[in-house]
């Protein structure tokens, strides 16, 4: 698979084994823990067809210009520079993940797909298998949240793929309120798998999907999702389960059509660089009784 590199790779590798032992037998609920958005979407492929969820003005866009389109999807796609091991090194702990099946595919693999195809599933968590293996003491949360074109047996072979990664590494989905690091630990479980699909009741290992809500201010407005957040983390502090903060702002169709050759970087994230201490204080400090906050931007 393709490699990344950042300045803050492997900066943070090793922070849960490093906490201090007063937050060992916290429940995992309490913490707040780094997460990214589309995980997957460094590895977004521009040759590759475009995903079974886009709308057919989409479809028609690509059908007309070809590569040309693709390139500029991409770069309203892809939120993250860093591929699943660079982002581990990084200190991230939960994974957006959304799979699909690929057209006309005769091999029928799984992949990561958010508008383009990206890198086969497979491939991907056996990558963050290799640093869990290295870090035994570092857990993550893989939440497969949107499935495309899948039928029971694609479901199958991905609970199957699951095993044959993770093994005993899984842990079974009990009470969130039970599970903290002291617990993890002793019982040398390192993952946690989200599954938002019936599916996961049928699997001992699948935490049913709604044990991870993920509540979407749907903005582009920074005040607005600071607002959204804060709203959002009193309501669920009430709850008692894993949830995730979405620090993520959202493109309207208007935002992409004036700013489609400059991207989503430059047309949001440079532009409100101003906000990003304002969201660390707002949000990080002190962490609120809640869980993941997966940073970055939506299109």
């Known amino acids: 698979m393709a490699s990344s590199q950042g300045k803050n790779e492997l900066k943070f590798a090793d922070w849960m084994a490093t906490l201090p032992d007063s937050i060992h037998s916290i429940p995992l609920t309490n913490l707040a823990i780094p997460g ?32 040309v389109a693709k390139k500029l999807m991409r770069k309203w796609l892809a939120t993250q520079t860093m591929n699943f091991t660079g982002q581990l090194g990084a200190g991230i702990r939960y994974f957006d993940l ?33 640093f869990l293996t290295d870090h035994h003491k570092e857990v993550v949360f893989l ?81 607005k999702l600071i607002q959204f957040l804060q709203a959002s983390i009193t309501e669920r502090r009430k709850k008692g389960s894993f949830f995730i903060s979405q620090v993520v702002l959202t493109p309207k169709a208007s935002t992409v059509v004036k700013g489609v050759a400059s991207g989503l970087r430059e047309t949001i994230t ?30």
Not at 46 to 63: D, H, I, L, R, Y
Not at 100 to 129: M, Q
Not at 270 to 297: A, D, Q, T
Request: aromatic share 16%.
């Open 98 to 130: 959304r799979i699909s099946t690929k057209p006309r595919d005769p091999d029928n693999e799984l992949y990561f797909a958010h508008g383009l195809f990206s890198a086969k599933v497979n491939e991907g968590l056996e990558e963050i298998n290799a």
């Open 36 to 67: 990214s958005h589309d995980s997957f979407s460094f590895y977004i492929d521009e040759a590759s067809p475009v995903g079974p969820e886009q709308p057919e003005t989409v479809q028609n866009f690509v059908s007309v210009f070809g590569t």
């Open 143 to 223: 939440d497969f949240n949107h499935f495309y074109g899948m039928q029971k047996y694609h479901h199958e072979k991905l609970v199957q793929m699951l095993k044959d990664i993770y093994g005993n590494k899984m842990c079974p989905a009990i009470f969130a309120q039970e599970v903290s690091l002291k617990y993890l630990w002793e019982k040398d479980y390192q993952v946690l798998v989200f599954y938002h699909s019936p599916v996961a009741l049928e699997v001992p290992f699948l935490w049913p999907g709604q044990m991870m809500p993920a509540p979407w201010a749907n903005t582009t407005d920074p005040e």
């Open 270 to 299: 440079e532009r409100n660089r101003k906000y990003s201490l304002h969201f660390c204080f707002k949000i990080f400090l002190p962490p609120p009784p809640h869980h993941v906050f997966p940073c970055g931007l939506s299109c």
